[in-house]
């Protein structure tokens, strides 16, 4: 990563740290509100469990304060980068959501700061513009890989097999059905499913960026077969509730509940920066794992 950054805006950046800081949490949490409420079609890109938690407002402000915070080393950021590009491109996100975040997030902070700064708001638009730039770029590499493959977006697979591993892991053995033969993935990466939500979730309108007549909810769910099958299997793990401020996970009880052999989910192509790549098969590999983080690893086992 290289950049042409102002000097200018590289200092307000900077400057900005402590109250990223302090008020990090508050800004993303006024963000996520704003924007939703502005642009409800986007809400189908983020796990709702996730937003009641909390856990995606902390993530994402803890993005903020280390971007700004390397903003004169943002190659400290390539690993970030690839992370956040395979999650973006597995859920289909397309550089004409940029600007819907973009505003949304200098909008947040004027509001937090009421009001901000120009400079503030110049540097920060400058900022954003900057990132946004390097991320649309690596989902475009993504995106044209996918192309090469013979598949970009979501596709409908069919259950050609249903196994019940435990009380509450469930695998999903996935053939596309149109016929049509599944690329290669690298062992450790992951799918996308995307269920519709029931009338009683679906309190938006549809996205006009998917086109979908039914308002969806996307989830990654990492592949637990061997990247050598001709077919793809994803093992599930039934997500109850784990208190008043936890929900049910929606899209796992869907699966659980819904989609039986012969059933037919929609799917993106694998996707993800964690995979096993190419080594000599003597060479020895240490795998730790809990619960079910468990299903990488079993893409990578031998077989």
Known sequence: MSTTLSTTMIET?????????QNGQALTEHFYKRMFAGNPEVKEFFNQANQKTGN??????????????NIETPENLAEAVSRISNKHASLGI????????????????DDLLNPAPKE???????????LAGVLTGAEKSIY?????????????MTVFKRVKESDTITSFYLKRAD??????????????????????????????????????????????????????CISVK?????????PNGYASTFLHEQIQQGGTIEVAPACGEFFLGEHPAETPVLFLSGGVGLTPVLSMLPR
Not at 94 to 109: A, F, N, R, T
Not at 120 to 130: H, K, N, P, R, T
Not at 238 to 246: I, K, L, P, S, V
Request: a negative charge; charged letters at 20%.
């Open 179 to 232: 016929g049509k033969p599944l690329p290669k993935f690298k062992p450790g990466q992951y799918l996308t499913v995307r269920v519709p939500l029931l009338k009683e979730n679906a309190k938006a309108s549809a996205c006009p960026f998917t086109g979908n007549s039914q308002m969806t909810t996307m989830r990654n769910y990492s592949l637990s077969g061997s990247s050598d099958w001709n077919h793809y």
């Open 238 to 246: 039934r997500e109850t509730a784990g208190g008043d401020d936890t």
């Open 120 to 130: 503030i708001l110049d540097a920060w638009a400058e900022a954003y513009g900057f």
């Open 13 to 21: 950046v900077k400057a900005t740290i402590p109250f990223l800081q």
């Open 144 to 156: 044209d890989n996918q192309q090469d493959a013979g598949w970009e977006g979501f596709t409908d």
């Open 56 to 69: 995606q407002q902390q993530a994402l402000g803890a993005a903020i304060c280390a971007f700004a915070q």
């Open 94 to 109: 397309k550089p004409e959501h940029y600007p819907i975040v973009g505003e949304h997030q200098l909008d947040s902070i």
